[in-house]
């Protein structure tokens, strides 16, 4: 049969058909091929410094380069702040995928406790700038080391460094004097210039540390470095150095603060000794003290609770804050202010029956030897602590001349260059009272100043202060801890410096000198006792503080006491009284009187400064 024209096969029409589809497969090829080229062009011409930016932004990355701490040395040289080197764990946010799930895996690596993983978070979190890391752990272990090396692979954004870490070789004896660092917090990013404490994560918290933060720190640095894909660290590029901070000479003689320290042999209290001549804090010890070194790395929620909680208040720096009355170590003072204004002369006496009453008053107000001391005087009653004579003084003084005179020798006032914390404590007035209590002044009052209680709370630094100023025979040169920054020594002349005390008489100087060497070489003394075998010439003055106030026919009992309920011990120094090189002051919290348990612990300060370079005879 034969087949139908139509369904016969044309060469023609398929070879038209061909080219069409040619022609349109090349026309979408040449489309294409144009897209592509112009969008090419497009990258590569008229986009070409943006993505070049964006593409060196991926490859190399600035890191800044913290400076190096500045050491802390006593004046001989003695290294008490260095830096020794460690691990830190850090992390940045930005290079990091998931935060939450990195962070789980750091704890469960590092093995923290719930509260330590939630300090992770918070620091995960500190952090001024892009690309800044956070500081998430200081110290790390060897074996913390090796398991993070392990699973470095699944932590982007970690990084192990190497620092330099403050360490503190005396932490629990120089504790309250130095301060310590501490990491940077949340409040401390938003004050601090970021450039300048860019990658640094630890500043200066308390003490010196912190009064002297800005020298000590130094100028942060930076370098450039080429990075791979996962921002690894290929190679460097470029730096600029960081400026370490500036080396700290301070006035502190470590061997002496050690004595301080030891000689408080863990009660509570504290011990000031300052240089007259300089205002060079030789010692300044507050017990009980604490291991700063604690702090710097982070001191767990635990110990750190166990500090707070502790009743002696480790953590309370006694010797720039302890606000104690005074007691009769302020008797020395009085009689300046006494003579400075005319109100007694050294030869004047007064009658002492053991109580002083004021007039049209049946209260007796009573010295502390019941029957009392009989004719005294201006160096009797140094020597024998006769509270009629301070009395009648206060009385004839009254609050208004008491206060500008005590003012003159620092009560009331923050009295040192740079200590940082000190406190102004309390010397009280007329004015003081109306504005705390809305009430008049008493002349009763007027009687418990006289003899250092009532309102008056003094700082160990502040007696210790005023009593240099007597030693220099009223020039003031303000106490400082700080000798050096550097090779550079600090200018002898401080800002605000109060004027010196003058006197219409010098001869009245001697007559308080001769006073307080009978309190320790007189046969009536009080602290006769620390004066047995002395080798050089010391004034000094007993102080009891009243914790407990008694009824007027009560009598002071301290075995009937608990034991914080008893008396401060209080006394104060300065030796050679010729020419005075130290002065001291001394608090022993709830020991009783001054003369039986500071007196000795003053004696053995100056006994060290004085006489430790002697040869021993041949």
Known sequence: MRKSRHNLKSPEQELRIFRVRALLALLLVLLLTGLLVGRLAYLQVAQHEVYTTRSEKNRVRVEPLPPTRGLIYDRNGVLLAENRPTYNLTLVRERVEDLEATLDRLVAILELSEEEAEAFRVRSRQRKRPFQPALLMSDLNEGQIARLAVNRHLLPGVEVEAQLLRYYPDAEVMAHALGYVGRINAEELERLDAGRYAGTHFIGKTGVERFYEEELHGEAGLRKVETNARGRVLRELGRTDPVPGKDLTLTLDKSLQELAFELLDGRRGAIVA????????????????????????????????????????????????????????????????????????????????????????????????????????????????????????????????????????????????????????????????????????????????????????????????????????????????????????????????????DLANEGWWDSVFSGMEKVVSGHEGTARRTGVGLEYRMGGKSGTAQVFSLGQDEKYNADELAERLRDHALFVAFAPLEAPQIAVAVIVENAGGGSTHAAHLARAMTDAWLLEDEEPDA
């Open 274 to 501: 300052i240089e007259p001549a300089t205002g060079g804090i030789l010692a300044m010890a507050s017990a009980p003290g604490y291991d700063t070194n604690q702090f710097v790395t982070g001191i767990d929620v635990a110990s750190y609770r166990g500090l707070q909680e502790d009743i002696d208040l480790p953590l309370y720096n006694r010797a720039i804050r302890g606000h104690y009355p005074p007691g009769s170590t302020i008797k020395p003072f009085l009689a300046m202010a006494g003579l400075a204004e005319g109100v007694i002369t050294p030869g004047k006496t007064i009658h002492d029956p053991g109580y002083f009453q004021l007039p049209n008053d049946d209260r007796r107000y009573r010295n502390w030897l019941s029957w009392g001391h009989g004719r005294v005087d201006l160096e009797r009653s140094l020597a024998v602590s006769n509270n009629t004579y301070y009395y009648t003084l206060a009385h004839d003084l009254g609050i208004d001349r008491i206060y500008r005179n005590m003012t003159n020798f620092g009560f009331g006032t923050r009295v040192a260059h740079d200590v940082f914390g000190q406190s102004r404590a309390l010397m009280p007035s007329r004015d003081w009272k109306r504005e705390r209590y809305d009430q008049a002044w008493y002349p009763g009052e007027t009687l418990s100043v006289g003899i250092g209680q009532g309102y008056w709370q003094v700082t160990p630094l502040q007696l210790a202060t005023a009593t240099a100023v007597l030693a220099n025979r009223g020039d003031w040169v303000k106490p400082r801890l700080a000798q050096r920054l550097g090779d550079e020594a600090l200018p002898e002349a401080l800002p605000d410096t109060p004027e010196d005390i």
